[in-house]
Every structure is written in C-alpha cells, then in structure tokens.
C-alpha cells in the first residue's frame, strides 16, 4: 500500500496552535538515494510504491499529495543550558502519520525539506553527509536494540548546498518516528503561561504514549515519572556502548524516550568520561561522562512545565516533582548497573566490580567495544589480548581475579556476553570513509558495506575483521557537524 492513502495527522487534528502548516521545498532533480524496505514493510507500505516517482516526490517533500497536511512544528527548548522560546522545525516537516499492521502510531518526518518560519536564519537544507550518518547510525542503535528514530529514505535533491566543505550534495532524510514530542514541545506553551494548551498537549502525549493515565488523577506526575524511566534507561543504553548523542538540549528530548538528532553524534573508540565529538561544544556539557546527569537536568525542566498541572500549588508541585525526579536517579543508576552486568556476562548486577572496571580503564588508552570483545577469552585464562588493550595494566591482575570469581559458570556468561556486546559498531574513522566517498566521490560502496556491518552488529563474519578494528593510531580525532 503506498504511503500518500495511508497517511494521517493526529497532530494537526489535535493540537492547533502548536505548528505552522507547511509544504516542502521543491528540488530540481530529487532522487532516491536509499530505502529501508524492511523498515517500510513492517509499517505495512509498498516499497515498490516509494521507489516511483509519486513515492520519491513524498519521501523528498518535493511533490507531496493531497491526503497529507505537513506542517512545521513548534517547540522552545534550552539550548546548552540557555533557553530559548521559540524553536521549531526550521529544516523539516511533518508530512503525517501512518498506522502499521499492529495498531501503532509513527510520525513520518521530513529532515532537509527546506526552510520554514522557524529556520532561524538558517536555509532550511542539508546535506548528503550528515543525512547518511543518521541513517547509519539510527539504524546501528535499532539493531543494537536502543530506542530510536529510524531512517525510512535519503533522497539527494540534485541541488548543491555550501557548507563548511565547501559545496556538497543536497540531500532529504525521511525518519520515522513514535512521535516527535519533546520537553521542548511542552516548554513552548509553558513559555507562554497557556495552562489550557498545556493541558490539551499533555492529554495527547498521554493519549499517544501512555493511555493508561488517561483517567488517572495524578496524570501529570505520572507522566513526568514515564519519561524519566524511559530516558534514564535510554542513556543506560547509551552508556553501555560509549555512544555520545552530543546535543542534549531539551529541543533533543523525546518523550517517547527515543534517541533523536543524530547531528554531531558519534561512538567513543579510547575510552575517556570527557570525550566529546561535536564542532559546537566547547566546554564540554554533553561529553560522554556528563550524559546521566543531563538527562536528569532536563527532566527538571519537564517538571518545571508541567507543575501548574501537577499540584494548584506550586510548592506541593514542586515537591512532588522533586521526588519524581530523584527516583529517576535511582532508576538509572540500577539501568546503568544492569546494563554493564548483562555485558560481563554476570546473573546479578554488581556495582563495584563495574565501578572498578571503568577506574581500570581510566587514562589507560581502552578501545571500549574491543574490551568486551576480548573479556571472554581472559575469563577462560587468556589474558594476552586484553592485556594488549592497556597502555600499562596495572590494577588489571587483581580486577581479573575478583571479575572471574563472581563468574560461576564461564561459558554461560561467555554466551550472555556475545549477545549484547557489538562485534561492529559505527567506527568513526570508517563512517568519515564512507560519508566522504558518498559526497564528494559519489561512491556509496563504503556506505553500504559499513551499513550491512553494523545491521548485524553481534554476528562475526570472517574477512570483515577492519570493520571490528579501532582508527589507526595516527587518526585525527573526529570532527562531527549539526549539518545546518
């Protein structure tokens, strides 16, 4: 079934005030770069349908058809802790919402498709590269099982953008989404003291993400609590594969708790709590070590939209927030130590030993992926391959005796490890490879090789052994850009 009979728009239906209905650029030659056909199948579409013309038109927002109502939507958000009260899609467009065959929900959302009112200054394009990298990388972090957007298609435009590269090629990425609510969705009309509209998006964030408060008292506060769960245990995930989202403004977060904006993204190869990869973040606020205590930043500025309808009164308001929020903590915190369990093989969690393990790795040069590749074969008495990560071991002796002793059955946890530790994860100097033969060699040969790799990231396949290596040693660090 195509995509324009299938499309609907809770959103426009349901929450005016709250976006600027809007068409999608049109382009002189837009074509399709890449599709996600099981992507598509599982939402019930034809891919046959999305590969034709009428299809390609869609997916690039060039020529979309009538059943659609796309529009730009608005939200505020605190952009590296500075708030700012009117953002918005000011590259992107909502074009609507298609139902799959199970019942569920997903926003079909346009990133490139041109300038809107809330562009900001900027010219509403992007890019072939910064597309490609979050498709690449949405669709590692969903075969990694992390929630996320995922990429339906990139489309190239057939137009040229400059960018600080100079001139690159235009391109669209089509994502899909459980929805694109934010904090920032609820900070624009706490912003602006408009209590009524407040409540009419928190009913329908509610009605789409959790329906079981949909009569309950303390809907308000319960859905404050949903979020932070689903965050905090989003990060956990992050965590545990040294992924580094690099933009945590509010405007960044879902309430869905999926990763969203994969701009200047990226995995860490040497593990160091300060790495950060992102051209705008000069002091460092979303590094890899900063992340936990971010997600709980911003879920205090959830908090602070929605106390007008969490309590009448502000101070029992903010109280009960307040607790809302420090069990959040406590929630990541045993995400955080399950998730580092379930990747040493271990039955129960163990905080100290995975506290030990992060003091062992510390300015000691460790490729965080390889670790839990190698662990294995030192919980079976090879020591060698991992000794051969550290720059110098010390510590290692006694962290491998305590580790092996809270082992009790080697080869079972052997097997827990080889089911949640990634063989191939988007190494950063082979993504660079590959974004840079698509843009400026048009050459999708690296992208798609390195794309099958990390779509099966937990299954070792002889001969891709580059794919599993860290950068050379004389690699530059990684650079990554927003794309705007």
Not at 295 to 322: F, M, Y
């Amino acid at each position: 079934m195509s995509l324009s009979s299938r499309l609907d728009n809770s959103y426009a239906q349901e929450l005016a005030g709250l976006y600027v209905p809007w068409q999608g650029q049109e382009w002189p030659a837009p074509s399709l770069a890449l599709l996600n056909e099981p992507l598509a199948r599982a939402l019930g579409l034809d891919p046959g349908a999305l590969r034709s013309p009428e299809g390609v038109g869609l997916l690039s927002g060039h020529a979309l058809p009538d059943t659609a109502r796309p529009l730009a939507q608005a939200y505020a958000g605190h952009q590296f802790g500075g708030f700012s009260p009117q953002l918005g899609d000011g590259r992107a467009i909502l074009v609507g919402e298609v139902i799959d065959p199970d019942g569920a929900r997903w926003d079909i959302h346009l990133k490139g498709s041109g300038r809107t009112p809330f562009a900001r200054g900027g010219d509403g394009r992007a890019v072939l590269g910064p597309v490609l990298r979050e498709y690449l990388v949405s669709e590692a972090m969903a075969a990694l099982g992390v929630p996320t957007t995922r990429a339906l298609a990139a489309c190239t435009t057939g137009d040229r953008v400059l960018r600080q590269f100079g001139l690159e090629p235009g391109a669209v990425l089509a994502r899909v989404a459980a929805s694109h609510l934010r904090v920032g969705t609820f900070q624009f009309f706490a912003a602006r003291g408009e209590q009524d509209k407040l409540r009419l998006l928190l009913d329908y964030a509610i009605a789409r993400h959790d329906p079981d408060l949909s009569e309950a008292q303390d809907a308000a506060l319960q859905f404050l609590a949903r979020v932070g769960r689903r965050q905090a245990e989003l990060v956990a995930q992050w965590m545990g594969l040294g992924f580094i989202h690099g933009v945590m403004n509010t405007d960044n977060t879902t309430i869905s708790g999926e990763t969203i904006d994969y701009g200047p993204c990226a995995f860490m190869d040497s593990y160091d709590p300060a790495t950060v990869f992102s051209s705008i973040d000069q002091m460092g606020r979303y590094a890899y070590g900063n992340q936990p205590a971010i997600v709980l930043w911003n879920l205090a500025r959830l908090a602070e939209a929605l106390l007008p309808l969490i309590d009448t009164s502000e101070e029992r308001a903010i109280g009960q927030a307040s607790e809302v929020i420090s069990e959040t903590q406590t929630i990541y915190r045993r995400a955080w130590a399950e998730v580092f369990s379930r990747k040493l093989g271990l039955e129960a969690a163990d905080a100290d030993l995975i506290e030990g393990m992060h003091a062992l790795w510390e300015r000691q040069g460790v490729d965080f992926t390889r670790f839990f590749q190698i662990l294995p074969e030192a919980l079976h008495g090879n020591d060698a391959p991992l000794r051969a990560l550290f720059d110098a071991p010390s510590g290692l002796d006694d962290w491998l005796a305590r580790y092996r002793k809270a082992v009790s059955d080697p080869a079972a946890a052997e097997a827990r490890m080889r089911a949640v530790n990634p063989v191939y994860i988007p190494r950063n100097h082979l993504v660079e490879e590959a974004l840079h033969a698509a843009s400026f060699k048009d050459d999708m040969g690296p992208f798609n090789a390195l794309l099958e790799r990390v779509q099966k990231p937990f299954a070792h396949v002889d001969g891709m052994e580059r794919f599993a290596q860290p950068a050379p040693a004389d690699t530059p660090q990684v650079v990554t850009y927003c794309g705007t």
